[in-house]
Nanobody, 127 residues
């Protein structure tokens, strides 16, 4: 089992920044890919960013490219999402997800690819 706990959400004005954290615990050695998704009210959960724990490239949704950065600290079993130039349309609950499939091909855009999920952290951007 893997447990994921997100933190760092909050209310900021448009143009501001937030840094989300996702701390993993349990059988963290089984994690191969970690990602961030988000879900706005009345909308489906959508992919935001992903990376492999072992290294390699990072992957982003077009809507966040150039504004968001995903990174990892394997020693701390933590993944981060640095969000800059935030827009009101970024308002959503942000979820951290982990994929334990060792043969996972990147990018992992579908939420169905991920086995473990955090409880989510609310991000609200005011205009």
């Amino acid at each position: 089992q893997v447990q994921l706990v997100e933190s760092g959400g909050g209310l900021v004005q448009a143009g501001g920044s937030l840094r989300l954290s996702c701390a993993a615990s349990g059988r963290t050695f089984s994690i191969h890919v970690m990602a961030w998704f988000r879900q706005a009210p009345g909308k489906e959960r959508e992919f935001v960013a992903a990376l492999r724990r072992s290294g390699g490239g990072t992957y982003y949704a077009d809507s966040v490219k150039g504004r968001f950065t995903i990174s990892r600290d394997n020693a701390e079993n933590t993944v981060y999402l640095q969000m800059n130039s935030l827009k009101p349309e970024d308002t959503a609950i942000f979820y951290c997800a982990a994929d334990i499939n060792p043969g996972a091909l990147m990018p992992r855009l579908s939420s169905r690819s991920y086995t473990y999920w955090g409880q989510g952290t609310q991000v609200t951007i005011s205009s």
